[in-house]
């Protein structure tokens, strides 16, 4: 054991003396840990403030022991969903995607030679959304979620369940204003939104949302506006390729449950 330090110094480091230098507070530490003699010492020489400090904590706490639990408050349902994570952060999303089709409703009626935007817009409709559902940046409780249980497939898949109990009813509406078919507009979206999270699995979901948008804006949705002819992938015919890339994409993200824990 160390050399006990004197009454002078112990009362000086209850005090906080800013003098004090650091060796000498370190040798006092190490001396305190293994010596119960002047741990008493130094409960004995802290200043009155500080004791006057320490018996009202210890009051204060004794109190609350002897008064028993606080009853917990009841949550009403609707400041359950307030607080909801998912319902704030998505509607600024919902209400671009609900803008954008509306819009794409109204270009329609002003321009019906134009093959129908909101056919061309349907497949990338919930993107955004389920990009913003599965990221990190904008979760704030990211770090406290991603070591529960339910973290990876399992909470995207519900994520992108909310997102899509949304849009289906807006693409709805948007269709039946528009007069085109309902399946056209909801396989090709449901399509999207199963590859996105397949491919999520590889390089990131909001990566995967990206590439998807950019590919099908540059590749059919700009093409299709330029040349003004609805492209093939939107025709009827093609409705039984868009539910097998659903289902076989949607299974195989199934097969890579396990890379949504570790890919975020
Ligand atoms: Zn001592």
Redesign the pocket.
Known sequence: ?TE??NSSVISRYAGGDLALDEATVWSIEV?LEE?A??RARLAGSAPDDVLTLLDRVSNGVGQGIAAGPAPIPVRRRWSAARNRWLVWQMVPWLTMTAAILVCAVMLQALQPSLPSLVLLLAPVAPLPAVAVAWSRGSDPAWELIASTPAAGLPMLLRRTATVLVLIIPMLGLATDRTGVSLALALLPCLAFTTTAIALGAFIGVRLATLGLAAAWGAGVALPAVFTAHLPVVLQPGSLGVWAFIAVASAAFAMTRADRFLKRR
């Open positions: 054991m006990h330090p001396h010596c003699d002047c």
